[in-house]
């Protein structure tokens, strides 16, 4: 019988470190806070956590900007905080994943301040520096994800650096040799505590083309962010990418059972190449297909009939369906959809990733201007509904208390909690029976414990009905499920369905329903769907 890992069967929780529990009472989440949640952490059925950037950073980019790899920053706690956490996950069974940040450091870093000091400084070229144009303009056009341009000019030594995000994240030049050694050390250095595995940070970014020629404009650019303007075919996906990503999975091979998913935005058939060709890449290039294809039953099913057609031998899937840079799930496709999304992610074929605070419905904060902390909103003030990240970064919801749990009563928190936490959260939701906390954990829970729906194959079922998506999940020697989801809500046009699915079966028993309330046996001859229902059917 085929072995799966556990990065294969389970499920990745994302947590915002700043955001999850306060335990200091600074406004800001922390490592003890995240400790003080184990057990709540545990009983989702995850398999592992992943924490976005907990090192010593300036945080302007909310610790993107990394001032030191194998340090933690003193906001989020000590190294003591992170072993006991480590330890205390372990011993619940759960792995730990941290996020790394290969591509850029912070201005801050040890190395970019000896890089800059002089041009002939040992470390001057382990970042990129061009001089400027004939004109004393920039090197190139290439821009920042957050605005302007990619390259800032540096007075003391008269060249300019390259950044594709703020002019504090100066990028690493993985062309000098000892850049690439250098950062498979800082993995090792977390590895050798036991760390499962990275979530590692565009990973696809990681060379620029050698000669620096100009990008080419897009013509298919929509004339909102400026970043959009241009292809990025000299800055992004370079063929050489592979082998740097080839060299760092040699470094997890070291260990046992370690893994890195890696942050790549694109299409497939560019995607799938991140598996590496030997399947020696990232043993996951995420997957975010979910969040950027419109919420219809058909296109949805197109991009999962496509992804499952385009994925070399040997590749596992994975879906996801948020994180920390993308407006909140039941924002996007709204409270009542959102049970049909996590029903799909949580039975399609492939390793979910999932967002904290999503198993309990929240939903986009409406932050104050004054409050306004994200970088590229700031900088791009006239598209900040767009690309601004705030909203979906806001504390987790535990309890009704003032400050909702996440911190005491009389501190003002980082980011301003949405208006809905009293009505919607944690301490509530455990005392509803069809919660969407419980409904995420019967989810999860049957998952954990069907082959079928965490490891099995996949195939769609045709319903005729183009609201509908429906497909099988069957593993050998298992319970088969038929998964039926309906992304129509109720409309003029959208009501309820009524499908013949005799073709899988004549009937099935109800495992999990969106409204929780829904149970026992169904005729698949007949079968109802309401507006915005899914099932889980056992067959
Ligand atoms: C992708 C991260 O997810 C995002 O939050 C960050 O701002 C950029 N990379 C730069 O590190």
């Not at 949640?37 to 995850?46: A, G, M, P, T, V």
């Not at 045709?462 to 038929?482: H, K, Q």
Request: proline share 7%; aromatic share 12%; charged share 20%.
């Amino acid at each position: 019988m085929t072995q799966y890992i556990w990065w294969q069967k389970g499920i990745i929780y994302q947590i915002y470190p700043r955001s999850y529990q306060d335990s200091n009472a600074d406004g800001i989440g922390d490592l003890p806070g995240i400790i003080q949640r184990l057990d709540y952490l545990k009983s989702l059925n995850i398999e592992a956590i992943w924490l976005s950037p907990i090192y010593p950073s300036p945080m302007y980019d909310f610790g993107y900007d990394v001032a030191n790899y194998t340090a933690i920053n003193p906001i989020f706690g000590t190294m003591a905080d992170f072993d006991q956490l480590l330890v205390e996950s372990h011993q619940r069974g759960l792995k730990v994943m941290l996020d790394l940040v290969p591509n850029h450091t912070s201005s801050e870093h040890a190395w970019f301040l000896e890089s800059r000091s002089s041009r002939d400084n040992p470390k001057r070229d382990w970042y990129i520096w061009r001089d400027p144009a004939p004109d004393g303009g920039v090197p190139n056009n290439w821009l920042s994800y957050f605005g302007g341009s990619a390259w800032t000019f540096d007075e003391q030594t008269g060249q300019y650096y390259l950044h594709q995000f703020l002019k504090e994240q100066p990028e690493l030049n993985y062309r000098h040799h000892e850049v690439l050694p250098t950062m498979l050390n800082e993995m090792r250095f977390w590895l050798n505590k036991g760390v499962d595995g990275f979530r590692v940070d565009v990973i696809c970014l990681m060379l620029k083309d050698d000669q620096f020629r100009n990008e080419p404009p897009n013509p298919e650019w929509d004339g909102k962010v400026l970043h959009g303007s241009l292809q990025h075919i000299y800055t992004n996906n370079l063929p050489g990418v592979h082998d740097l990503i080839r060299q760092m999975r040699g470094v997890l091979n070291e260990y046992a059972d370690r893994m890195m998913v890696g942050e790549i935005y694109m299409p497939y058939e560019d995607l799938v190449t991140y598996y590496g060709q030997n399947m020696d890449g990232c043993h996951l290039p995420f997957n975010f297909q979910l969040i950027l294809t419109p919420w219809q039953a058909q296109a949805v099913r197109e991009v999962v009939e496509l992804y499952e057609s385009v994925l070399p031998s040997g590749a596992w899937p994975n879906w996801v369906l948020g994180n920390h840079d993308q407006h909140r799930l039941a924002t996007r496709v709204g409270a009542n959809q959102a049970r049909v999304a996590n029903m799909l992610l949580l039975t399609l074929r492939g390793t979910p990733t999932y967002y904290y605070g999503d198993e309990i419905g929240m939903e986009d904060g409406t932050i104050p201007p004054e409050f306004v902390q994200d970088p590229p909103a700031l900088k791009q003030p006239e598209v900040a509904h767009i690309v601004g990240r705030d909203p979906e970064r806001t504390p987790m919801q535990w309890n009704s208390d003032p400050n909702a749990g996440f911190t005491a009563e009389h501190v003002i928190p980082w980011l301003p909690l949405p208006a809905d936490y009293a009505e919607r959260n944690v301490a509530k939701q455990e005392t509803e029976p069809t919660a969407m906390l419980k409904f995420f954990r019967a989810l999860t829970a049957l998952r954990q414990t069907e082959p079928s729906l965490s490891v099995g194959d996949y195939a769609s079922v045709e319903t005729g009905v183009a609201d509908i998506f429906a497909y099988l999940r069957t593993a050998p020697n298992s319970d088969r499920f038929l998964v039926v989801l309906n992304f129509g809500a109720l409309s003029f046009e959208s009501a309820e369905h009524r499908l013949n699915l005799s073709q899988v079966a004549p009937r099935a028993t109800i495992a999990v329903a969106t409204d929780m309330v829904r149970t026992g046996l169904v005729d698949l001859t007949s079968l109802s769907l309401a507006p915005n229902e899914g099932l889980v059917l056992r067959l």
